[in-house]
């Protein structure tokens, strides 16, 4: 029989919804604080008028055109390399998966920055489908590496280290090549978004989109690989499919976000960490907590990357390289002393 009330979510989706809500309210607040730190420092009435009246001056142009969609752009960049580590992690069910150490990242980076040396009359509008197509390759020689393994974490994280690693030394020696490129490439290289702006956010915003919705889309599939491969097959999964989707859809927000921005550090491999930690109950409340965490983080990078040294910047992956380092330090500590004391 039926009692005829409303039946009430689980509470911890009503813990995920809120943690969520209360990340992105966050991440406004961050986004509008941004607006008003900069070489040239806004007073809260200013940023107010030039969102709502501008009128082409120099405030306007500052907010409009430098600021805002800078911010806007760290936001989905994070949000976007944040849910890439989350489906890594979820597919080889290794914490240490994610797009720098899975050779994803470096499988991106190195052919763009070969076709920036040596085919400059390549137009930037492709640098996406060549990331994405050095990315899956970066990934999928991961993955063989590992198999020798049978695809243990262990043999997992040291076969991307392998690729990554091997990659890295051919983005170097072209590097060497450059010459005057240098100095841009590099900067690059450490990621970051300065002089980005609302061009390079349409330029990388599907990209971000397609990878998000498409996890969304897929949750109930991730709910299944995140317990083993057997258990997913005998379930009725088509492993073969759904693990080069996921695979695909890890890949390209980093082919949209890497040419625009560069390899950002960490955001993919910690921001996961994090959110298992808020214990949101589902795929779908992860992948939400996930975006709304991993944009924070960027976003809240960008702004300290672009203050604390005014009016020189510091590149983005600096910063979460020194903020998610310790982080990350910290959790896998918390894990391993959770472990010890269970035995």
Same mark, same amino acid.
């Given at each position: 029989?039926?009692?005829?009330?409303? &039946?009430?979510?689980?509470?911890?989706?009503?813990?995920?919804?809120?943690?969520?809500?209360?990340?992105?309210?966050?991440?406004?607040?961050?986004?509008?604080?941004?607006?008003?730190?900069?070489?040239?420092?806004?007073?809260?009435?200013?940023?107010?008028?030039?969102?709502?009246?501008?009128?082409?001056?120099?405030?306007?142009?500052?907010?409009?055109?430098?600021?805002?969609?800078?911010?806007?752009? &760290?936001?989905?960049?994070?949000?976007?390399?944040?849910?890439?580590?989350?489906?890594?992690?979820?597919?080889?069910?290794?914490?240490?998966?994610?797009?720098?150490?899975?050779?994803?990242?470096?499988?991106?980076?190195?052919?763009?920055?070969?076709?920036?040396?040596?085919?400059?009359?390549?137009?930037?509008?492709?640098?996406?489908?060549?990331?994405? &197509?050095?990315?899956?390759?970066?990934?999928?020689?991961?993955?063989?590496?590992?198999?020798?393994?049978?695809?243990?974490?262990?043999?997992?994280?040291?076969g991307g280290i392998s690729v990554s690693l091997f990659l890295g030394a051919i983005t170097t020696y072209v590097l060497l090549l450059s010459g005057p490129q240098v100095p841009s490439l590099l900067f690059w290289l450490s990621g970051g978004f300065q002089g980005r702006s609302w061009p390079q956010l349409a330029y990388m915003a599907?990209?971000?989109?397609?990878?998000?919705?498409?996890?969304?889309?897929?949750?109930?599939?991730?709910?299944?690989?995140?317990?083993?491969?057997?258990?997913?097959?005998?379930?009725?999964?088509?492993?073969?499919?759904?693990?080069?989707?996921?695979?695909?859809?890890?890949?390209?927000?980093?082919?949209?976000?890497?040419?625009? &921005?560069?390899?950002?550090?960490?955001?993919?491999?910690?921001?996961?960490?994090?959110?298992?930690?808020?214990?949101?109950?589902?795929p779908a409340w992860s992948i939400a907590l996930t975006v709304a965490l991993g944009g924070l983080m960027t976003a809240s990078a960008d702004i300290i990357a672009r203050s604390v040294a005014a009016p020189k910047e510091i590149p983005v992956g600096i910063i979460t390289a020194l903020i998610g380092g310790p982080v990350f330090i910290?959790?896998?500590?918390?894990?391993?002393?959770?472990?010890?004391?269970?035995?």
């Open positions: 029989m039926t009692s005829g009330r409303t &039946a009430r979510p689980p509470a911890h989706h009503l813990r995920a919804l809120t943690v969520t809500a209360a990340i992105t309210v966050i991440s406004l607040l961050v986004i509008a604080g941004g607006l008003t730190i900069g070489t040239r420092p806004l007073a809260p009435q200013a940023v107010m008028s030039a969102l709502f009246t501008p009128d082409g001056k120099i405030d306007s142009i500052l907010v409009w055109t430098l600021r805002l969609p800078r911010s806007l752009a &760290a936001f989905v960049g994070g949000a976007g390399l944040a849910v890439s580590g989350y489906l890594m992690q979820t597919l080889t069910r290794n914490p240490l998966a994610g797009p720098e150490l899975t050779g994803v990242s470096a499988g991106a980076v190195a052919p763009i920055v070969f076709c920036f040396v040596f085919l400059p009359w390549l137009s930037s509008a492709l640098y996406p489908f060549i990331g994405m &197509a050095g990315g899956l390759a970066g990934a999928s020689a991961t993955f063989w590496i590992a198999r020798g393994g049978r695809g243990r974490p262990l043999h997992l994280a040291l599907p990209w971000v989109i397609v990878g998000v919705a498409g996890a969304l889309a897929c949750h109930r599939v991730l709910d299944l690989l995140a317990l083993s491969e057997q258990a997913a097959a005998g379930m009725g999964l088509r492993l073969a499919f759904w693990k080069s989707a996921v695979l695909f859809l890890s890949v390209l927000p980093v082919a949209g976000v890497a040419p625009v &921005a560069g390899p950002v550090a960490f955001v993919g491999l910690a921001t996961p960490h994090i959110v298992r930690l808020l214990r949101p109950g589902s910290y959790l896998v500590q918390r894990r391993d002393g959770a472990r010890a004391g269970g035995l």
